[in-house]
């Protein structure tokens, strides 16, 4: 007799783009108070959990991930062991990762990876938290895992992690203009910082707490691409264009070739370009790829971890 096959469970988890992000002023502790409109892209991770003794993760899929950490750093075997942890669960897990979302890309691939870690040990272990038993845990691990494993659109306040579902009506178009600078956050931050205290006089104090525009929940609740274009806004722009100025020419580009508006998403390096319809993101991504820029098409919102597969 052959051995009975072992079980795998398969969960999808969205990349985001931060269609708008607010940063207030540096507090004591070193953080900030930061709001966001996150909203989830048709750009996933996959996440395949197989039973096993310990604990592991590899990678697959087109991007190069040579770089990643596998031991406990790794965000993916963080989720699971905190999962064992809190149920009791005494066995592990192997874990394969197809990866698409760009790394260190500001759209959250960590964080996706994650989110559907969670929901597939959740499944293959039978610990049976359920999604609304996983967001606490999805919190502690990091402010973008609990925004992944809901995905839609969503706003993010406190340290970003603090969420509310957005009314979002129909769908948006985006092309994600890769870059493969890699822009460390904390620098990003520290570079705003900077900036804020060099220019002080002009720009005057910043508000401790902030908020999302009212602008810009009005242009996704009515689903009007062209409101959502003038709405959007990254206070980490101006320190992601001042490290890397090259992208000013990228979104420059963009914006001259037919897109109704471009953002540094998160900390960057992305860029989020919002068009029109499928014809001007596919025109879009032709003119950068002549350019020998990836891109990606993506459409949003999309739902957050999802299980594919489980047999």
């Known amino acids: 007799m052959s051995p009975t096959p072992k079980r795998t469970v398969t969960v999808r988890a969205p990349g985001k783009i931060n269609v708008f992000f607010r940063v207030g002023a540096l507090q004591d502790d ?3 108070d930061v709001a966001s409109l996150y909203q989830a892209v048709s ?3 996959e996440v395949t959990a197989t039973p096993a003794d310990g604990f592991s993760v590899q990678f697959t899929g087109p991007i190069d991930c040579s770089g990643l950490a596998t031991d406990d750093t790794n965000l993916a075997i963080a989720a699971a062991k905190m999962l064992a942890e809190h149920t009791g669960y005494a066995g592990g897990v192997a874990l394969t990762i197809l990866k698409r979302v760009p790394i260190a890309g500001g759209m959250g691939g960590g964080s996706a990876d994650a989110a559907a870690t969670l929901v597939a040990c959740d499944e293959l272990w039978g610990t049976g938290l359920g999604r609304s038993g996983l967001l606490p845990l999805a919190a502690e691990l990091g402010a973008d895992v609990p925004f992944a494993l809901e995905g839609g659109t969503a706003v993010g306040t406190g340290r970003g992690d603090e969420l509310s579902p957005a009314l979002a009506k129909g769908a948006f178009h985006w092309v994600l203009a890769l870059s493969d600078l890699g822009l460390s956050t ?7 910082d900077t ?16 908020k999302v525009d009212t602008a810009v929940l ?3 609740r009515i689903g009007d691409a062209d409101s959502l274009a003038e709405a959007m806004h ?3 722009q101006v320190a992601a264009l001042k490290l890397a100025p090259e992208l000013t020419e990228l979104l420059e580009l963009g914006e001259s070739r037919g897109a109704l508006a471009g953002i540094v998403s ?3 390096p992305t860029i989020a370009f919002l068009v029109e319809s499928p014809q001007a993101a596919a025109e879009l991504r032709s003119v950068l790829g002549r350019r020998d820029i990836r891109a990606l098409i993506a459409t949003g919102p999309v739902p957050g971890a999802r299980v594919l597969d489980a047999h």
């Open 30 to 32: 070193g953080y900030h």
């Open 43 to 45: 750009v996933f991770e």
């Open 186 to 192: 904390p620098l990003v931050y520290g570079t705003l």
């Open 195 to 210: 900036h804020r205290d060099v220019y002080a006089g002009d720009l005057g104090p910043q508000p401790d707490l902030v």
């Open 218 to 220: 009005q242009a996704v």
């Open 234 to 236: 990254n206070d980490l």
């Open 266 to 268: 998160g900390s960057g």
